[in-house]
Nanobody
């Protein structure tokens, strides 16, 4: 599967952005999927993940209650709705997918396919 993330940009603190991840190739609904983010000079960190059907989700504590992950398998697309943004949310956001495993996986090495990243900037 090939992934392409887009939707990043500049938002004010307290504002919202919605990221999208378009998948092509094999049927997207057969993959678990996740969002990660990476700040300058930092490691890539787990943000949120979603099961193949979209019925189950899992979030990092730092974004729980503010971000919402979802997917539309008919459209081969995954989303990350980011609300109440904070300056510390600024990073390059990557979408990822794995054909095997559980949506509880939070390590980057558990995911085999990656999009190119989309940058989110949050002004205070």
């Amino acid at each position: 599967v090939q992934l392409q993330a887009f939707g990043g940009g500049l938002a004010q603190a307290g504002g919202s952005l919605r990221l999208s991840c378009a998948a092509s190739g094999r049927t997207f609904g057969t993959y678990i999927a996740a969002w990660f983010r990476q700040g300058p000079g930092k490691e890539r960190l787990f943000v949120a993940s979603i099961s193949r059907s979209g019925s189950r989700t899992y979030y990092a504590d730092s974004v729980k209650g503010r971000f919402t992950i979802s997917r539309d398998n008919a459209e081969n697309t995954m989303y990350l709705q980011m609300d109440s943004l904070k300056p510390e949310d600024a990073a390059v956001y990557y979408c990822s997918a794995s054909y095997s495993g559980s949506h509880y996986y939070t390590r980057s090495q558990d995911y085999d396919y990656w999009g190119q990243g989309t940058e989110v900037t949050v002004s205070s």
